[in-house]
Nanobody, 120 residues
Framework: QVRVVQSGGGSVQPGGSLRLSCAAS????????MGWYRQAPGNQRELVAR???????EYADSVQGRFTISRDNAWNTVSLQMHSLKPEDTAVYYC??????????????WGQGTQVSVSS
């Protein structure tokens, strides 16, 4: 079995900081991309940031310069450090872990979701 467990998040005032962490465990060999997605009420789930197995990163335009994603392949973890938070960052954040099942295919695992609330 594969488990993807998130931690962190919470409530903060605008301009504040929060950190999200995610750990994958179980019958995992390699991991391809790891990332963070978010979904606000009434909206679709959207990409926030992702990082490849070679540590190449990609960010949504809305968080560029404010958020930093990192991964530790030794422990199968991925983190998201969020600075200068805005009310529009309020959402449920989900960890995504892509595990290869063959050379050209992969299976996507999702964390349980963590609430991030930014308000004054």
């Amino acid at each position: 079995q594969v488990r993807v467990v998130q931690s962190g998040g919470g409530s903060v005032q605008p301009g504040g900081s929060l950190r999200l962490s995610c750990a994958a465990s179980g019958s995992i060999g390699l991991i391809n991309d790891m990332g963070w997605y978010r979904q606000a009420p009434g909206n679709q789930r959207e990409l926030v940031a992702r990082v490849t197995s070679s540590f190449v990163t990609e960010y949504a335009d809305s968080v560029q310069g404010r958020f930093t994603i990192s991964r530790d392949n030794a422990w199968n973890t991925v983190s998201l450090q969020m600075h200068s938070l805005k009310p529009e960052d309020t959402a449920v954040y989900y960890c995504r872990v892509d595990v290869p099942t063959s050379q050209f295919r992969e299976f996507v695992y999702w964390g349980q979701g963590t609430q991030v609330s930014v308000s004054s």
